[in-house]
C-alpha cells in the first residue's frame, strides 16, 4: 500500500510562476524524501527532510513538513520549462530505508 | 558512465518466457534494490538486499526473484512472465539506512 499521496495529480503554469505540490502521509516517519522523474529516466533525489525539521531549502526548492498533520510540501519557484517532470515524495519508517512512494504529481511548464 | 546501470533498457517478450534484469553500480552502496512502476501509481517495492547474504521481499514479490551476485550486481528474474508484469523496472542503491537512493534509468518490458 503506498504511504504517500501527492496533490494535486497534475499542474500546468508558465515559466516564472511557482509550484506547490503537496504530499500526505499515514503512519509516523523518519524522514520524507522529494524524487523528481524526468520522460524516460530514473528518479532522481531533491532534497531530505528529517522528521524533527519544519522546513528546509535546496536553491529554488523549498520543502516543509508538518508531522502533527502528516503532510509536507514541495514549492518549487521561479520554475522553468526543464523543470516539467514528474515529482513524488517518499517516506522513510522504521529501521529498514524501504522508501514508500506517493503516486506522483506531473508538472508542466510552458515557455 | 552512470553509477547505476541497468540492462536492457527496453524487452519485448512473451508470456511463459523467462526474463532477467541486471543491474550493476559503481557507487559502492551495500543496499540495493528493485520497484516496479506502472502508469499513475508510484513505485513499488519488489526486492530489496543489504549485502551479499541478505535478500528481503519487499511488497509485490510474488513471481519474481532475485540474485546478489556481488556487491556490485543485483538481477531480477521472472520465472514465467505474464502480461500484467508489463511495466518499467528500476533498480536503485543505497548506503545507509534513511538516505537518498540513487536510481538507474529503468528497464521499460512488455510482455505480450
Known amino acids: 500500500s503506498q504511504q504517500g499521496e501527492e496533490d494535486p495529480q497534475a499542474l500546468s503554469i508558465q515559466e516564472g510562476e511557482n509550484a506547490t505540490m503537496n504530499c500526505s502521509y499515514k503512519?509516523?516517519?523518519?524522514?520524507l524524501q522529494w524524487y523528481r522523474q524526468n520522460s524516460g529516466r530514473g528518479l532522481v533525489h531533491l532534497i531530505l527532510?528529517?522528521?524533527?525539521?519544519r522546513e528546509k531549502h535546496s536553491g529554488r526548492l523549498r520543502v516543509t513538513l508538518d508531522t502533527s498533520k502528516k503532510s509536507s510540501s514541495l514549492l518549487i519557484t521561479a520554475s522553468r520549462a526543464a523543470d516539467t517532470a514528474s515529482y513524488f515524495c517518499?517516506?522513510?519508517?522504521?529501521?529498514?530505508?524501504?522508501?514508500?512512494f506517493g503516486a506522483g504529481t506531473r508538472l508542466a511548464v510552458h515557455p | 558512465d552512470a553509477d547505476v546501470t541497468q540492462t536492457p533498457r527496453n524487452r519485448i517478450t512473451k508470456t511463459g518466457k523467462r526474463i532477467m534484469l541486471e543491474c550493476s553500480q559503481t557507487?559502492?552502496?551495500?543496499?540495493m534494490y528493485w520497484y516496479r512502476q506502472d502508469p499513475g501509481l508510484g513505485l513499488r517495492l519488489i526486492y530489496y538486499?543489504?549485502?551479499?547474504?541478505?535478500?528481503n521481499k519487499g511488497e509485490i514479490s510474488d513471481g519474481y526473484s532475485v540474485s546478489r551476485q556481488a556487491q556490485a550486481k543485483f538481477s531480477l528474474s521472472l520465472e514465467s512472465a505474464i502480461p500484467n508484469q508489463t511495466a518499467l523496472y528500476f533498480c536503485?542503491?543505497?548506503?545507509?539506512?534513511?538516505?537518498?537512493?540513487?536510481f538507474g534509468d529503468g528497464t521499460r518490458l512488455s510482455i505480450l
Open positions: 536503485a542503491t543505497s548506503d545507509l539506512l534513511g538516505r537518498p537512493q540513487h
Open positions: 503512519t509516523s516517519i523518519n524522514n
Open positions: 527532510i528529517r522528521s524533527n525539521e
Open positions: 517518499a517516506t522513510v519508517s522504521g529501521g529498514y530505508n524501504k522508501l514508500i
Open positions: 557507487k559502492g552502496h551495500d543496499r
Open positions: 538486499s543489504f549485502d551479499v547474504k541478505d535478500i
